[in-house]
Structures are given as structure tokens and as C-alpha cells.
């Protein structure tokens, strides 16, 4: 889980300037704490974000974190003093090894806004399962689980990821998403370095879209949507 303070000026550049540094101390074997400084230009302003992170093995088979965030926007190539949007949240995570090929991590975490507009906050919550070498030696399946509660409004989703071979050397690549307000997702991935001629298929979905844009769909692409 990770805190990202939120888009406080949406019509920003897409490829802001970015710099980071980060720096982490070995308080013993079994905790750690770690610092991270960025910066980044976007347009004409410029967006300051500190984080700290401190993570420490409670149990040989489980791990807690706990994180905190500020981040604050300037207008104008200025540092970050006075005035000025701002963002700040906490999160507390937990990762627990329920055996060698599953594990289990839940997290809460709390972001808070501050602009001319007021104050907003948002809470989540979030809870994920992974298990390895379930289909084959080498798969991956994710299952996941979130909520989140803003503007006395409740939001929640579920996700899941699978990664599997098909051949030695083909690898299938699979994710579904569906949140409460009945949108979702369905992507599918596939890598081969020993059967090239399944990049062949990807000719159905073309088709669909061209067949779309004949009879005046606009182009929409079939396999998405789903």
C-alpha cells in the first residue's frame, strides 16, 4: 500500500520534472526506517512531498509498517513556505506469511487536503492474498480487496491478477477488476518466445474495431468495457 498525495490542480502537464532522494536506516535486523524527499516541477508550480516509512519484524512470520506523508504545492518556481494547497496522511500496514507460497497483507491508511476550497478526507482500507505455484511451478494469482469512504460516500472493489506458462517459454498474463458502481475491467496478456504466430491474434480485436467504425460505433475497441 502506498500514500500518493491527490491531484490538487487536474489540468497539470503529464510529464512533470521529477527528482527524489532517499535515505534509510537499520535501527537492528528486524527494524528499519526509511526517508524519501521528491520533487516536481509542473508547469509554472512546483509540488513538494516528504514521506517516512518504518517497518519492523514482529512475528518470523509477519511484518508491520507504518508510513506518513506531507506534500505541499507552490505556485511559481518557489520553495515550499507560506501558503499553499496541501496534503498529509498516515497508513498502517501488516504482511503476514501464512506458508511459503501465500501471503496475506492488509492495510488502513488516511489522506487529508487543505485548499482555498476547504478540507476534504478520504479513508481506505485494503486487503490483498497472493499465492504462488497454485496452476503451475511458476504462477502468481492475486486476489484483492478494497473500500474506501469519502464525501459519506463508500466505494468498494475487487481485483484479480493471475500470471501462468502455457508452454516453457509462453507466459499468460490476466487481470479482472469490478468496483460498486458496476465498472470494470478485463485485460489479457500474452508473451511467447516459442509461438510467435500467436501474435496473429491480435488481428480479431482490429477487425472488431474496424467492423465498429463501418457501422458508425465510433470506433469503440469490442474488448473493452468488460
Given at each position: 500500500m502506498h500514500l500518493h498525495p491527490p491531484h490538487t490542480q487536474p489540468n497539470l502537464p503529464h510529464t512533470p520534472q521529477q527528482g527524489e532522494s532517499e535515505a534509510s536506516l537499520h535501527h537492528?535486523?528486524?527494524?528499519?526506517t526509511t526517508a524519501t524527499g521528491e520533487v516536481q516541477a509542473l508547469g509554472q508550480d512546483m509540488m513538494y512531498t516528504t514521506k517516512l516509512e518504518t517497518r519492523m519484524k514482529v512475528h518470523p512470520k509477519a511484518k508491520v509498517a507504518v508510513g506518513v506523508l506531507a506534500s505541499k504545492l507552490k505556485e511559481g518556481l518557489t520553495l515550499p513556505y507560506g501558503k499553499g494547497p496541501m496534503a498529509?496522511?498516515?497508513?498502517l500496514e501488516q504482511k503476514y506469511k501464512v506458508t511459503p507460497s501465500a501471503k496475506l497483507s492488509a492495510g488502513v491508511a488516511s489522506?487529508?487536503?487543505?485548499?482555498?476550497?476547504?478540507?476534504?478526507?478520504?479513508?481506505s482500507l485494503l486487503a490483498e492474498l497472493r499465492l504462488r505455484g497454485v496452476?503451475?511451478?511458476?504462477s502468481d494469482l492475486v486476489l484483492?480487496?478494497?473500500a474506501m469512504h469519502h464525501r459519506k460516500e463508500l466505494a468498494y472493489s475487487g481485483n484479480m491478477a493471475?500470471?501462468?506458462?502455457v508452454t516453457p517459454e509462453s507466459m499468460v498474463q490476466t487481470r479482472v477488476k469490478l468496483d460498486s458502481k458496476a465498472n470494470g475491467s478485463m485485460s489479457v496478456r500474452v508473451a511467447s518466445h516459442d509461438?510467435?504466430?500467436l501474435a496473429y491474434s491480435m488481428i480479431v480485436p482490429v477487425l472488431g474495431m474496424l467492423w465498429a467504425r463501418l457501422r458508425g460505433g465510433g470506433g469503440q475497441d469490442p474488448m473493452m468495457g468488460y
Open positions: 537492528s535486523s528486524k527494524w528499519a498529509y496522511g498516515v497508513k489522506v487529508s487536503t487543505k485548499t482555498r476550497m476547504g478540507r476534504d478526507t478520504a479513508h496452476l503451475d511451478e511458476g484483492g480487496a478494497s493471475a500470471q501462468f506458462n509461438h510467435p504466430e
